[in-house]
Nanobody, 126 residues
Framework: VQLQAFGGGLVQAGGSLRLSCAAS????????VGWFRQAPGKEREIVAA????????SFADSVKGRFTISGDGTKNTMYLQMNGLKPEDTAIYYC????????????????????WGQGTQVTVSS
């Protein structure tokens, strides 16, 4: 299973970006998904997580109310919509997935994930 994240770029503070994560095959079937980010000199941190059935989501406090996570099973793609971007959102963003037999759980620990995308750079200027 391969994941490919794209959609990053340079945006001014207050702007929006939508990140996409495409799977090589039906990788997201019964897979919980998540978005992480890593800023220079910092550890990789959870941004958002979503259960396979889409009914459960979790967001880092720093992005609540600004970011949403969604998926399109027909396209084997998941998304991270980022609105109201701030300079502190600048980081490399990674998508991740792991199998979840229940389909109902999400995961916020990076060690719980099996598959990772290569990362896409998001830079927010002030």
């Amino acid at each position: 299973v391969q994941l490919q994240a794209f959609g990053g770029g340079l945006v001014q503070a207050g702007g929006s970006l939508r990140l996409s994560c495409a799977a090589s095959r039906r990788a997201f079937s019964h897979h919980a998904v998540g978005w992480f980010r890593q800023a220079p000199g910092k550890e990789r941190e959870i941004v958002a997580a979503r259960s396979w059935n889409g009914r459960s989501t979790s967001f880092a406090d720093s992005v609540k109310g600004r970011f949403t996570i969604s998926g399109d099973g027909t396209k084997n793609t998941m998304y991270l919509q980022m609105n109201g971007l701030k300079p502190e959102d600048t980081a490399i963003y990674y998508c991740a997935a792991r199998y979840d037999v229940t389909g109902r759980l999400y995961y916020t620990d990076r060690l719980d994930y099996t598959y990772w995308g290569q990362g896409t750079q998001v830079t927010v200027s002030s």
